[in-house]
């Protein structure tokens, strides 16, 4: 079991930048896939980046080239970097873990990026 939460959120202009950060409860070492998911008002949630217990990252396409997911395993963290938000990118941000055929989160943290 792994209790995950998240920090960084808040309000930005477009064309800004946050970082958010999830913090674990145990090592993140031997969490097969650790991420950032976000679900905006009336919408599904949906993925936004993931990094695996080998290091392999995925990005959904409508972040690409803006935002980047981290880990530090001595700090039993992941983060996330986002550049150049925009409106669309506004969102309850939740920090996922999957590990054992389980899934965990985080109680969100929100972003607002205002035009």
């Known amino acids: 079991q792994v209790q995950l939460v998240e920090s960084g959120g808040g309000l930005v202009q477009a064309g800004g930048s946050l970082a958010l950060s999830c913090e674990a409860s145990?090592?993140?070492?031997?969490?097969?896939?650790m991420g950032w998911y976000r679900q905006a008002p009336g919408k599904q949630r949906s993925l936004v980046a993931t990094?695996?217990?080998?290091?392999?990252?995925n990005y959904a396409d409508s972040v690409k080239s803006r935002f980047t997911i981290s880990r530090d395993i001595a700090k039993n963290t992941v983060s996330l970097q986002m550049n150049s938000l925009n409106p669309e990118d506004t969102a309850v941000y939740y920090c996922?873990?999957?590990?054992?055929?389980?899934?965990?989160w985080g109680q969100g943290t929100q972003v607002t990026v205002s035009s």
């Open positions: 996922n873990a999957q590990m054992w055929g389980l899934e965990y």
């Open positions: 145990r090592s993140i070492f031997g969490i097969n896939v």
């Open positions: 990094i695996t217990r080998g290091g392999n990252i």
